[in-house]
């Protein structure tokens, strides 16, 4: 057996925050880490966009860090792309950085997070009839409301977080039988009784 990996990962700060902030290079930076190395123009295919503009936003990603050249995977003049790496740490913090431009970066990138988290979960309702029954019985859409301080809801997040992270210790191998890559959205966020 694999001995499991931590995911590389990247801490976002209010620069690489701003050259991050837009929903076509989230888009990209996800594709690549879920497909591997791929072409600006296999993206643009892909994400039904033009490969120029795959092209500028890919560029501008390597810029801040966050994809890499992948000359091993090209011929001739293709020009591959990786993602540099598998997981990102966002500081709430930045949603009151002195700066508006940090402010307003970090909130683009949450509201895309969460069109991205309402996307995935849109796709799974779309063709969950496509999977095998075993999986209809083993996924979940819930929710709860619970009343706690924020010293609670943080401990809280981070026993989920703990809880999540032990199941790399029981990933199953790419080759066992039943075996698929899942997602796992958490969301935990005050609210007012309406």
Do not use: C
């Amino acid at each position: 057996m694999t001995e499991p990996r931590e995911p590389q990962h990247r801490t976002l700060d209010a620069r690489s925050l701003r050259g991050l902030a837009h929903p076509l290079r989230m888009q990209l930076l996800t594709a690549l880490r879920r497909g591997g190395p791929a072409t600006a123009s296999q993206l643009a295919e892909r994400l039904g966009e033009s490969s120029g503009a795959t092209s500028y936003h890919l560029r501008q990603l390597a810029a801040h860090g966050f994809v890499e050249d992948a000359p091993e995977h090209g011929k001739g003049r293709e020009r591959w792309w990786r993602a540099s790496h598998q997981a990102l740490i966002y500081d709430s913090a930045q949603l009151n950085d002195a700066d508006p431009a940090v402010r307003g970066a970090a909130d683009l990138f949450l509201h895309e997070v969460a069109n991205s988290h309402t996307r995935e979960l849109s796709t799974w309702i779309a063709t969950r009839s496509d999977w095998p029954d075993a999986w209809s019985g083993a996924t979940d859409m819930s929710d709860m409301t619970v009343r706690l301080t924020p010293g609670q809801a943080a401990e809280l997040v981070t026993k989920m977080h703990e809880l999540l992270s032990s199941y790399r210790l029981l990933e199953a191998e790419e080759d066992t039988p039943g075996a698929e890559q899942v997602r796992i959205h958490t969301h935990l966020f005050p609210f007012k009784q309406t």
